[in-house]
């Protein structure tokens, strides 16, 4: 790996000065692993095609509302449930709102909420298994019978109970989604930081009387970081359905503001006599969660040595020709 | 063996009761059915309010823990109270329980059958057209939340409904009113509810058909290079004898498991189907009780719920047992 990361870097380097590119070779400039994990996840196609899916939708969401004509507060007297035109991109309600500019704003939450409650909840999920795993006995078992207990507890009830209480501010559904999307992480993470708890470099550093918390800041949790990346990539698209489903039975993002969610609620009564009403809503909801995942998987392939390598396309069994039998 | 199954069972006890009582409280604490009672015109006066939510004990006005020993000593005693309007919750439980189970029944074989299916075919067509047509089709489901699968089977089947100009599918309910009596008489009810079955069945249907197919693609191709499967091969089976008879068994053992499990969740995931078609199942029943306040039926869903979840872990956990050789040696 190292070296063809070498000899890919010579030619960009030298390209100009191609006579004394051979002499001055000099010591091999080895790509950090940062790099090379980087360029391992630009050669996966799943990853680039969710990455750039992902970005122009993150485009679509935030710089959209700039060059929209229409607000989302906006309403046109002139133009009642009108199908899309060039003046409203995605056509108007019912009350005449611009389409467009709601559906944006869906998205600009559903990828906040999203992005937000993969980190916050892949971070405490990293932390307790860190820390149950490690420091195993009593602290262990505590933590894992939580982890139990709230697997247990349905989320959809607990967040539709709260709901009224948080009245119109969605934000507070970030940490509450986060609560209850953490726990089948820990579990894995805790398996793997008892294997790695042994480990020489682990037990150097306790001997040499390293604290706890910086033992597992800084010699355990690194260790984890593919699983961890991975999790958060595919806890995005599993808050976005959380969020938009939430939403979809008013217990989330409430009417007076939007949610993807609230949008298809909507538009799924009347979605055949207008269509615009729910497809442009469902289809980039369906779409964002299709560039999550792509880049999710994608990130598995490379980053996640675990993972099995199948995505790939791996040689053809040929038994036929081997055993020379019937098929 | 048994010594596992009795731990087990018992730590799962205390998990339901913990989990059920941690629900009971919240719900309790949390919803308000006294304000369905000022909806009401003329508005009942306070005292006579006060007495009927004391005797349905979901007065707000009681201390929790109060009102938490009066619900824990019945559920004991096999009674999870009454509803707001005072009908008995079991009776309702169970009437709700069998519609879930219906809907539920079917769909969940339907797609597991069709996803293990697909999944095989899929893996042993690794990289090929087939593969990655299947492939793509349960990711793109598997991206669709529940809500827009519903509606968009709704739309096509009001295409198909309008280009045939028969009422082939229904998507409202789980029966119209008087289709028994129709000139087919019973039969022609009978064929009512298989309409009314059809798409909701095929929602979830669709929805568990991708999660099957991913899984069951991807064991699949775990067992295709193994060790066994060669050696079939080498003593003389054709290949689609050797992945059936020796690579399928193997790969099936950890879906019947994951089956088990997925079907304790859906008792309650199914909650977006019913509420989309209309289905008065326990799902349905939970949504809507947590909109009118109703404690005790919140509390009783989710006590049943946590149950299932927990009863179907430790089914997953006997079929493993019992279909695993590998672990059977080990626990014995």
């Known amino acids: 790996m190292s070296g063809n990361g070498a000899r890919g870097r010579g030619p960009q380097g030298g390209g100009h000065t191609r006579g004394d590119g051979m002499s001055d070779a000099g010591p091999l400039d080895l790509p950090s692993p940062r790099a090379l994990a980087a360029r391992r996840v630009l050669g996966n196609a799943r990853a680039v095609t969710g990455l750039v899916l992902l970005g122009l939708l993150f485009l679509l969401a935030f710089a959209g509302p700039l060059v929209s004509p229409w607000g989302h507060d906006e309403i046109d007297f002139t133009a009642f449930r009108r199908p899309p035109s060039p003046e409203h991109w995605f056509g108007t309600t019912g009350s005449g709102r611009d389409v467009f500019a709601l559906t944006v704003r869906g998205m600009q939450k559903s990828l906040l909420i999203g992005l937000c409650v993969a980190v916050l909840s892949t971070g405490l999920a990293a932390v307790v298994g860190a820390v149950a795993g490690y420091l195993g006995g009593w602290v262990d078992r505590l933590l894992m019978w939580g982890v139990d207990l709230l697997l247990v507890l349905p989320w959809f009830l607990v967040v539709a109970v709260l709901s009224p209480a948080l009245g119109g501010r969605w934000p507070l559904l970030i940490p509450l989604l986060a609560a209850f999307m953490w726990m089948v992480t820990a579990r894995m993470v805790r398996g793997m930081t008892l294997s790695l708890r042994h480990r020489e470099y682990v037990l150097a550093a306790r001997f040499l009387g390293v604290s706890t918390p910086r033992i597992i800041a800084r010699h355990i949790l690194p260790n984890l970081a593919s699983l961890l990346i991975v999790d958060a990539s595919l806890g995005v698209s599993v808050a976005i359905i959380a969020e938009s489903a939430l939403s979809y039975f008013g217990y989330g993002v409430r009417p007076p503001d939007t949610s993807l969610g609230t949008l298809i609620a909507d538009g799924s009564g009347t979605a055949l006599a207008y269509p615009w009403l729910f497809g442009f809503a469902g289809g980039l909801l369906v779409l964002i969660v299709v560039a999550v995942n792509l880049t999710g998987d994608g990130l598995r392939d490379v980053l996640d040595p675990a993972a099995p390598q199948h995505p790939r396309p791996r040689p053809r069994p040929r038994t036929p020709r081997r055993y020379g039998g019937r098929t | ?332």
């Not at chain 2, 048994?2 to 409280?25: D, I, K, P």
């Not at chain 2, 809907?103 to 087939?130: E, F, H, I, Q």
Request: aromatic letters at 10%; a positive charge; one cysteine or more.
């Open chain 2, 1 to 332: 063996m048994t010594t596992f199954l009795l731990r087990r069972l018992a730590g799962h006890a205390v998990l339901v009761v913990l989990a059920a009582s941690a629900a009971y409280l919240l719900a309790a604490a949390a919803l308000d059915p006294r304000s369905n009672y000022a909806d009401r015109s003329p508005r009942p006066p306070d005292a006579v309010v006060d007495a009927e939510l004391t005797r349905l004990n979901l007065n707000d006005e009681t201390p929790l823990p109060q009102r938490y020993a009066v619900w824990a000593r019945g559920v004991l005693h096999g009674d999870f109270g009454r509803t707001w309007q005072g009908e008995p919750v079991n009776d309702e439980l169970w009437r709700r329980l069998r519609v879930s189970l219906r809907l539920l029944a079917a769909g969940a074989v339907l797609g597991g059958v069709l996803g293990v299916l697909l999944g095989v075919y899929a893996a042993s067509r690794n990289g090929r057209m087939p593969d990655r047509l299947i492939t793509f089709g349960s990711f793109l489901l598997l991206a669709m939340p529940v809500f827009v699968l519903a509606v968009l089977l709704q739309l096509a089947a009001r295409q198909v409904n309008e280009f045939t100009g028969l009422r082939l599918f229904e998507w409202v309910g789980e029966s119209s009113p008087g289709a028994g009596e129709g000139p087919f008489g019973p039969l022609g009810g009978f064929g009512d509810r298989i309409r009314h079955l059809l798409l909701p069945t095929a929602t979830i249907a669709l929805a568990q058909f991708s999660l099957y197919c991913r899984y069951q693609r991807a064991m699949m191709l775990d067992v295709l290079d193994a060790d066994f499967v060669r050696t079939a091969r080498a003593k003389g089976l054709r290949r689609r004898d050797a992945l059936l008879r020796h690579g399928l068994r193997t790969a099936l053992i950890p879906m019947t498991t994951y089956f088990a499990y997925t079907f304790g969740l859906l008792l309650l995931g199914a909650m977006f189907t019913e509420k989309i078609f209309g289905w008065h199942g326990l799902g349905e029943w939970l949504v809507d009780s947590i909109t009118r306040g109703d404690v005790n039926v919140v509390a009783a869903v989710n006590c049943f719920a946590a149950a299932a979840v927990l009863l179907a872990g430790l089914l997953s956990d006997v079929a493993y047992v019992v279909l695993d050789p590998r672990v059977r040696r080990r626990a014995a």
